[in-house]
């Protein structure tokens, strides 16, 4: 039986078919989210490489920002929901989620049950999210996938003084314009970051084992400066930006398995 997970987010948009609940079909993930194209992508890509037609998929759970405009889903839930059932399933044991994503970032306090406690959301400024890392990496002539290993060369620690986006692109130019180093540029960009994400993350209370998920874990320079601002080691699963539209999912199998029970 073949289930289906459709994380419609703010700047990507990723799809999961499960087979039983526990194989991974394939995995889609285009660069596009909620209003766009992005959507009907994501579906044409997971069915085309499945080899599945729509009929195939019993059920479809659609999460993220652009959830309610997906019409061929049966059922909606939130990615707060979707990110923690997605990372309980790849790291069981886990206790604190730190999610960053394109627009906003969140933390999310687990249960030993693997349930969702509490949660501190930021949504409302893009310091301390993709974006902020986005537009930073488009001032140095870069793309996000190559700032871990850039912060890797860094020889100096130093810091970005400006909270605000606009004005940390500002501080940047600066920097670089009076010479300093893109690594140690990219380095502080990264501490900012971490800063930012873990002031979130001590609202809702940080226990081990810390697991980090959402686009921006693929970037190993904002783990790092994570794990030294939290003074803890942090796990990132495999494909994290990925873990919602599992857990979406994870979540359809289960619910179609309910309602089974209960018919
Ligand atoms: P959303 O669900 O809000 O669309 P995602 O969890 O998909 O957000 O994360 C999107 C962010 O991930 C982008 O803003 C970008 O900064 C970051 N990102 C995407 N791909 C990579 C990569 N290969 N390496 C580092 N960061 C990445």
Redesign the pocket.
Known sequence: MYTMGI?I??????GVILRDGNEIITTV?V?V?AGTSGSQRVLDGVLGQSGLAVGDIKYIVAT??GRNRFELADHQIS?LSCHTRGVSYLVPGVRTII??????AKTIKVNNKGRMENFVMNEKCAAG???F??VMAGVLETT??Q??ALSMLADQDMDISATCTVFAESEVISLLSNGVSIPNIVAAIHKSVAKRVCGLARRAGVEPLVVMT???A??SGVARAIEKELNLPVTIPPNP?MT?ALGAALLAYETLKEKEAVV
């Open positions: 994380d987010g703010s700047t990507a948009t990723k993930k660069n989210g993220g920002y990615e999610d960053i994503g394109g627009q906003d999210t993709g974006r890392l986005d996000v996938d700032l871990g959402g686009g921006v693929q970037n930006q919602g």
